[in-house]
């Protein structure tokens, strides 16, 4: 009886000691994202819009209020404030995702790199604003940014 309670505890602290750094970044980061909603919401809390449909990707923050017909943007910058943009749908024509390529030539091939990524937005009135979701000389690797800008442009292509 007493090397099976023994064996038992040993296994569910094995269990713990292999499982706890999982669970705590996972906690630490759930933390960050919540911090940067809530930072997001303080934000925007004078046009009274509620962040229904969001995604987190990379260091930025994509939010919509599909009823009101804004796009929320929330992004990192290092060793600056927060960049915090508003689009009103209600005056954008349309959306597309804009890519920069370098293209480095080899010996024996070329390979093309992605620069940066930003959706844009024109107006009716023919201006455009941008939203920097990746630019490869602040982010060192692309972590989903170009399939999220697609996503994203679709999402608001349907709503315009």
């Not at 906690?27 to 960050?32: A, E, G, M, Q, S």
């Not at 290092?78 to 890519?99: E, P």
């Not at 093309?112 to 000389?137: A, M």
Request: charge should be neutral; proline fraction near 1%; charged fraction near 25%.
């Amino acid at each position: 009886m007493e090397t099976n309670l023994g064996n038992t505890l040993i296994g569910i602290l094995s269990v713990l000691i292999c499982v706890g750094p999982f669970l705590g970044i996972y906690l630490v980061k759930v933390r960050k994202q919540n911090k940067i909603l809530r930072s997001l919401h303080d934000s925007v809390l004078h046009l009274n819009v509620t962040i229904g449909e969001h995604e987190f990707c990379g260091d930025f923050l994509l939010g919509m209020d599909k009823n009101k017909k804004y796009i929320l943007f929330y992004k990192n910058v290092l060793n600056s404030d927060a960049v915090v943009k508003i689009v009103d749908l209600s005056t954008i024509f349309s959306c597309k995702v804009l890519k920069e390529m370098k293209t480095v030539k080899t010996a024996r091939e070329s390979m093309e790199f992605i620069e940066q990524i930003e959706l844009s937005f024109i107006s009716r009135d023919k201006k455009e604003t941008k939203l920097e979701l990746f630019n490869d000389e602040r982010n060192t690797q692309l972590s989903g940014e170009l399939q999220c800008a697609e996503k994203w442009e679709q999402l608001i292509t349907e709503l315009i």
